[in-house]
Structures are given as C-alpha cells and as structure tokens.
C-alpha cells in the first residue's frame, strides 16, 4: 500500500506553460545583484506555539519565488506578516535595501507590496469596480474617474474576465469570479512584490494559465512574485527558485531547474508519505447514507452518492464547487436543500441539525472556530456537549456519569485528562479537531459522520492522529463523508472518492484506481467543454 | 423597473406614498390634514428625528451601533442651553465640538480594546444621560432667549424653518460624500467585510472613530437645535429618540448586517414615522398610542431585519406547499442563482454571534 | 497553547501589547482595589453600618438582584441585555395587584404568567427569527408602556382588601423580599449548574452556530432564557407592588440599567457564555452599596444614575483587557 500511495502522490504531472532555460540563467545573474525584498530571521510566534522560526530569504527584481509547504508550514504567516497583518516578534524585513516596518497593510501597499490571499478580501456589497480599487493609494478624493474605470475593465479583459459587470455586487459572483477579482485589484496596484497565497484554488486551467501569462509579463518588466502554494504543477510552470517550509522553518531555498519533483516532494513532507495513511479497512458494510438528486439553488445540482458502512468517501472540490455546502446540507444547516436522503434505510429530511443529529448523524467542521469548538467553555464541556441527555435525570445532569464519559472519550482520541478543566480555546489547533472528533465517537454503531475540511491549519502529528481515528471509527462501523481541498488527503484516505465541478458530480472512483492527477483534471475543468 | 423597485432606498418613499394615499382617504377631502401646517409640523419633527437617525444610520452601516446618542442629545441641549445666551452660535458650535469628541472617544476606545460599540456605546448613553440628568435635576433649564427660539423656528417658504434646513443639508451633504467619495466608499467597505477592507488598505482604525464622531456632531446638533426650539434643556426619553430613530434608519435601507443604505433612503424612513406620527395626532390619539405605533413598527422592522427571517420564511412557505399544496418541489420558491454563487463562509459569517457584538 | 491556525481577525496586532497573564493579574488587583476601596468608603460614611441603611441595603439589593439574575439569563444566552425588563417588573405588578381579588396565590400565579409571557414574545422573535436583541427589547419597552398606559390611564391601581400585606412580613426573621432573592438566586444557580438546559445555555452564548451545528436547538434554548427572565421580573414585580401596596409603571424606572450594571459587575461577559447567578449577586449586592454610600453622602439620585454610567463602561472596558481578546 505504502509503494501504492507514493507513486499516486508523486506521479508525473504535465507541465502547461512551456519555459525557457536562458531567461532562467539570466534571471540567476540578476538576483545576484540587489535584491528588492529581504526577509532576515523572521520569527513570530503564538504563545507557546512558534509558527515561524528564523525566516530568512531574498527576491531579486523579475524574479518569481515559489513558497512550497503543507498546511501549518506557516506560509500563510509569512504572507501576513509581510502584508502587515501580523507584527513578527523577531527579524527585520528590508526593502530595497533599507529595513522597512509593516505595521500595517496600507504601509505593506506604500512600499510596493500587495497581495492576493488565500481568504478573499472583497466586500460583498461593494461593486466589482469599487472592490477592484478598494485602498488603493492612487485613488483620489472623488473616486468615480472613467480612467479608473478603463483600466479596471481593461484588467479584467487581460484576465479573459471582461463578462464580469463592473457595477454588480460582488455577492452575486460565483467564487470563482471572486478569485479574478481579487487578482485584478492585484494587477492594478503596480507594486514591486506580487505575493499571490494559493491563488488558483478555485480556478480552471484556462484562467490559471491566463494569470500565468500575465504574471510571466510583469516579470519581464522587472516585477518581482512570490507565488504560494502547494500545487506542484504551478511551482514548476511559473517560479525560478522555490523555497520549502516545514513546520515554521525554511527547509531550503533552490533553483528549480534541475530539481526533480520527487525531490522537491520529499523536501516538502519529510517523510515518506506511506506512514500518513492507515491502511484501509476490509469489512464493507450495507448502505448507510444514500443520497439521491440533492439540490442546493444556485450551489449544487443533482448530486447523488451511496456511502457503506466501514467505508470512508471522499468528496473532492475546489472552493466553492459544492464539496462543502453538500457536507453542511446534509448535516442540516442549508434550509434551502432539496432531495431524497436515506440514512440507515429512513428518509431523512433536511434542514435541521438537531434532526440529523437524532438520526446519527454527526458533523465536523473543520472552521473550529465558528462551527465547533465552544471556546470559553472547558475541554469537558466540549466533549459531552452533544450527550447530555444520555446523562441525565428528569433534567438534572448527573455529573460523574457526565464526567466519566468525558474522560473516556478524551482517552479515546489522545487528549491528556489532565486538559479537561482547561478551556478549549487554549488547546492547539489539532487538539480542538480532535476535541471535535471525540464529540463524535461512542454513538450508536450505524452512525454516518460527516467532515469538512477537517484537517484543516492542523499540523502533520496531529493529522496522522486524526486519520487513524478516523480509520477506527470505520472499524466501529461508522461511515464516514469527507469533503476536502487537500488532494493529498483525498487521495491517501479515500475509500471511494468522487469528483466535483461547479456544482455538479463528474466522476467516482474506488481506492484502487483514483490518481492525485484524475482528480485535478476533474475539479478544475468541465468534461467535454460543458461548463 | 422591477429592480428600482426592489431597491432598498426606494422602499421608504414606496411606503411613504402608501401612507398618505391612506391618510387622503381618511381625510376624505375635506382639506383638514394636507394643510402647509401639518407639513410644517411634519417638517420640524423631521428635523429632530432625522439628524439622530442620520448619526444611527452611519453607525449602522458600519456595522456598529451607537446607543449614546439618546444621551447626548440631552447633554448637548444643556450645554447650548448654559453656555449660548450670549451667542447662540457659540451654544450650538460648543455642543458639536463636544459631540465630536465624545464620538472620537468612544470610537478610539473601540478600536484600540478590540470593543463591541454596544457595550461602550451603552455606558456611553448611560454617562451621558446620567450627566445631562445631574445638570437638569430632572427638571428643565429655561433658555432665556425667546428671540432665538422663534428664530429657530420661523418658518421658511411656509413649510421649512431653521431646524429641518439645517437638518436637510446635513443629509444632502451625507448623501454626496457616501455616494461620490472614496471615504465614503471606504465606510461601506469596513461596514461590509472590516476584515477583508482593512487586509486591501483601507484605513479602518480612522472611519471607525470617525463615524462615531459624526454621529456625536449630528445628535449634537440635534439636541442643541430643540433645545434652542423648546427655549428649555430637558433629559430624553430613550423611546422617544433611539425607537423612531432606529425604525426609520431600518425602514430606509440600512441593516444592522452593515454594508448598506444611503442617506436619502434614511430621508425616506424618517418621513414614514413623521408623517404617520403627524397622522396619528391629526386622528386625535393620546401620546401612548404614539409609542405603541412607534413600538410596533420597530418590532416589526426588527424582524424584517433578522438575521434568520430567510430561513424560517422558507420554512414556513415550504410547509405550507407541503400540506396544503401537496407539492415537494422546490421550483420558483428560491431564486435561479449561477452556480457556485453562494459563498459558505460568508453564509457562517452572517449567521453567527450576535451582530454588532465581536 | 494558541491555535495553528490563526485567527484571521485583523484587529490582532491592534491592543495593548501586555502579555496575558500579566493582563489576567492586573484584573484580579483591580478588582481587588475596588473592593478594598467600597470597604474603606463604608466605613468612612457616617450612618452606614447602622441597621437602618443596612435594612435599607438588603431591600434595594433584593429588588435589583431579582431583576439582575433575570438579566443573567439573558446575557448568558449571548442576547447581550434587555431593555425591557422594568417594564415587565411594573406590568406584572399592576397585574398582580389587579388580580388581588382572586386571592393571593392566583394573584401571584397571574403575574408570573403575565411577566412570562412578554418576555417570551421577545424571546420567540429574537430566539427563531434571530432579530437584535437590543432593538427588539426597545420596542417591546414602547409598545408595553404604551399599551400599559392606555390600560391603566396613567394612574396606578391601588389594592381593595389587605391580601398582599402577608408579602410585607417575615419569613424566619428574614424579610421576604430577600427570603425571594435568596430562593431565586439559589434555584436560578442550580438551574445554570445542574440542568441540561442551564449547560446548553452556556454553550449557546459560547456559539451559537457551534451549538446548532451540534444538534441543540438554540431557538429553543434562547426561549427559555427570556421566560426565566420574566418570570424573576414578575417576581420583582409582585414584591414591589406587595411593598408600595400599588401598581405603577413608575415602580420599574431605571432597573433595566441596574441590573445590567450588577450583571456586568458581577462578572459575566457580555458577550455570553460565561457567568453565574452568584456573580450577578455580587454584582447587585455592590451597586446597592455604591447607591447607599452615594445617598448617605448627600448626592442625589441623578448622581447616582450617572455613577452607575461610569461603572458600566469601566467594567466593559476592563472585560476587554483581560480577555486579552
């Protein structure tokens, strides 16, 4: 299986943008002589937890540098730090050769900075246009200039986007469109450093090459890129040097050219990937959860899938194809989903959270913040919150029942006893997920858990913990659904995996078969030319 | 057409038109009520009304709240009132200057504690109020210049004074800054998404305090103009100010979501309740019938504003298809929408926490 | 231990650059030195510690601390406060005092119903439909006075017979306004601690989309917070008319902002999910002592309106700090 999962991990992916080996050397000469953005011993940390330590790198003008690393690497730090976001603890950053304080993003934008994030920034009720020119320095007093206007539109038409109205509110643009939004307020800033923090992750192959060319242009005009992602086709398509992180530290910085892929993996993860994902279960069991034409307006269409019992199915999307709202509806937080779902052979009506939870189903989020972990109340709380009627006397909580199962389940999932009276918002990211996780266990054996995102800003020990809970949790006969962006993830933990595209179902594959490169291809461009 | 219907500044006006056709028909013709003095009322209680509201609605459009402003409109009809004998002006120019500072105040203790503005803005209506009613002793002070109160008041082109110009030109000038100017826009921006408005460079930290300084200056003004008008400083009940206010910076467009709603929507909003108040006096009902139509209205707005109104209309549209319609479709009960439109997080985002609470 | 993934709030870099722990002991000497301060002013105060004022005391805290632990239900929902908690007190004992002739305990069991029922009303609103809390307690304030003065006419209703003078007593040598507080706070504490509804409570105020996403019903849950704070507001209402020996709109002047202030005094964080009764207790037993020391110094009731302004927004102010956000 080990051998199995590596060669799906690292199997070739095909280059789409095709490079030229003299711009490349000519570009080593220049980083040579100045460098436009110098980063020396960077560290930040949060409490105890350090999640940069000692960053140091440099970027020459016309010269595109690739950020590689997991989740909790600490690119997305990094980024914030730089944007002024976030104020780093240790270390200095220089600009042009003189040190430069970001406290800030407007002073991030003063010094020639700007940046597309991972988490859009775009206001909802604002126009596209006004979005487009949101705090830029070059916009006067009275904003409203038809040149500003010209070059939002001619912007939008360098990014093939021209369809988009400049007067609608960006609340009524699909993610998508959201995405080339933000790239173009990027566009338009003329700043020296272009940092772009995975910025196709919700974007087709034509628009991701169309930004290519465009950034590949600003390069030629001396424009220095800082490209983020952990998308390896991108890396080799579009940068000159990559610099790896892990776990909050440089690994290396390195020209591409030469550097194979499965060097470049390797340094990414460190380990053999095979020691990530347990093995697979073999007992299979009957239908837990069939789902039959779900229909979310204007965010799903006709979706359809059969999870069995001992079985985990993975539902493979980018941000904004449905992954996630299919996982929410059917936990019952969508009220507008429509369609025939069958949990443990009943229908199951949708809608209601506290009605699927009778039923069995259980949910976790991977947005802890918002959608699971109660933060002020204590580890305890936490973990019995969903069972206290189990517990209970005509109302009354019977507290040592109540504090027993706690700590059961806290053993079960690897959380120390001694944590419980503490509050959950003093746990690490990977203890709040298994926090989430343990809330979930010890339910009748034909219960259906469903995932989003779970792994989510969580680092590697505690992703393998979660995997193997979750292996365990199939042993127990449980099913389970998981929607992920993490292709890696997918691909190493699914049973079955399913593909999804602007909504609609395109492909399902068993374990045996499913490759990280079937499944890009899936969920970044419409089959046969239908959108 | 359909979409100037449906937008949220054009709505007021919609009522607005709804409410006097109904008021002719009570009328009957006979002339009694469409009189330039019932305007002139309508007016005058616009002008009070309608600065408060303006202050509100700004605060509300950021997606905060400022509770205060009941109390320094009290405050500051005491202030015009104690220092303005000699000049009047100076009265009005020292309340405002007061005002702002308070608003500054308040708005800098926000963003510098990472606050909620209910809570300060509650302690802020309580110190105020409570200072306005330690000056009055719960009593009036009488202003001695009845020269200036009738000044204030005299009317203007028989349906204006003094007060509802001032208040008009306040909101006209609202009206071009929101609309055509880049802070303008950026108010909008923090109220929409303050996290994603400040990440693209607008300086949030500034039109935070500023806002609240606006809504300090505008009730400022507010409580020293009526004060000058009654020729007395007296405290403020918190239904006759802060429910009217609300309810028509709510009926004008604005949400407590943030994000949205112009001046001239407000305008509208503060025109319903005058005009229905005005209409409720004509028909001779005592005062308290005025706080519970205030009170209703409010109570009503409310809702229409909340946060799950969406969700449980569409239960109870669906409900209603499934028992007495026998249909479980869903078609023409949501609107067609592109696929991939609808933006989870923002959907958790809107959804949680209390808003105007971090 | 802070999470891996970091909070995408923006204003992070923005407060006091104090570590958290030091924070959390400032807090503590504040506290601390306010205490110390209440204590040193007590006994600076000529006429304090003689049994009028403190006869006096225990009543005025009896009142406010009903209203309070009502008002603790409320904000530990996450509803923040309600503004119309005074008027349910006054309402509920008008109608107590005009269901007299039915006998005490009708009378009593009409109030209660009374004052439940309008705060449930609110309690629907803001519960399922999720409206603002504040605005919707603002207009049930104005819609109830208006109505209660329509009813009513601006005049109090005054008891025929002698019922209610049985409220007037004692109860084993304890006043029976404070026999009611102190039966209130306890099973108002043991309702918070004990029961499945009181736990679900704290979570719902924690997160209210984490509690939904876990299958509680918030709705439900937040119904049940506003009708215990009607019900405590009755309570307060029926024992201030039994006191007056009258029901009038004014008995419930100002309790909303007391109560508040004992509530946020007292501890519990505005933004839910964190408090007790006890706290709230604290809370009203302190502000009762501002207010006495205040009076028996000579300043007038405005004074003391305003004092209780001031505190608020310190307390809010200090919340922040040691949250740490």
Redesign the interface.
Known sequence: MNNAAIARVTESLPLRVARNDEEDAAAEARMAAQSVLSIRHLSKS????A?LKDISLDIGSGQVLGICGEN?AGK??LV?IL?G???PDEGTILVGGEPASI????QA?ERGIA?V?Q????????SVE??IW????R??????RPELRQRAADTLALLGADYIDLAAPI??????E?QLVEIA?LLTRDARVLILDEPTATLTDVEIDRIFAALLALKREGRSVIYITHRLAEVFAICDRVSVMRNGELVTTTALNGLGREALIELMLGRPSGEMYPEETRARGAPALVVEGL?????V?NFAMTVRRGEILCIAGQV???A??II?AL?G?V??A?GRVMVNDTLLKL?S??R???RGIM?V?G???????????SVL?NLV??R??DH?VL???R?GALRAAGERLASHVGIDRRRLRSRA??????N?QKLAFG?SMERQSNAVLLMNEPT????VGARAEIYRLMRSLCEEGYALVMASSDLEEIVGVGDVVLTLY???LVKQYRRSEVTMHRVVADITHPADGTA | MLSVLTNRSVRPYLLLVAITVVLWILDGGRGVFFTTSTAFSVLQQFATIGLIALGLGLSMIIREIDLSVAGMMSLSGCIAVLTGAGQPGLGVALAVVFGMVWGLFQGAIMVWLRLGSIGVTLGGLLTLGGLAYVVTGNLSISYPRMDVALAVNHPVLEIFSLRSLVALIAFLAAAFFMARTRVGRDVYATGSDHRAAMVAGVRTSAIVPAVFACSGMLAALAGSLLSYSLAAASGVALTDVLVPAIAAAIIGGVSLMGGRGTPIGIVGGVLVLCLLSSGLNAIGTPPAVHDVVTGGVLFLVAIADAIDIDRRLFAVQRYWREMFLRRDDHIGLTKPRPPGSVYHKEAVRRSNATPLIK | MKDQTLPSTSRDDWRLPLPHSTRGRVLVAIRFAAVLALIIAAASTPGFFTTVSLFSLLNTTSFIGCIAIGMTFITLSGNIMSFALGVTLSTSGIVFIAALPLGLIPAMIAALTFGAALTAVQGVVIGYFRANPIIVSMAALALITGCATLITQGRGVYPAGDEAALLKGRVLGVPIPVAALIVTVVVAQIVLSFTQFGRQLYMVGSNWRAALAAGLEPARVVLGAYIAAGLCAAVAGILMAARYSSGDMELGIGYDYNAISAVLVGGTAISGGEGSAIRSLTGAFIIAVCQVLLLLNGFSSQIQFLAIGVIVLLVIMLQTLADGG
């Open positions: 949060f409490g105890p937890i999640a909790g997305s730090t914030k944007t976001v976030y104020r406290s800030t993003p407007r934008q940046i994030s988490e859009l920034s775009l206001c909802p009720d604002l006004d979005n949101l705090g830029s320095l916009v006067p007093f009275l904003h409203k609340s009524s643009l699909s993610i998508g959201r307020r229909t979310l307006p204007g965010i269409d904004g194809s449905g996630a709202e929410s936990a937080l009220h507008d429509n809608g959270p506290a699927a939870a009778r949910f989020s947005d802890r913040a918002a959608e699971g972990v109660f933060r002020r109340l709380h919150a969903t206290l009627g209970s109302g009354f909580l507290g918002e003093d746990l690490s990211g990977g709040q809330r989510r800003g969580i680092d602007r909504g609609r």
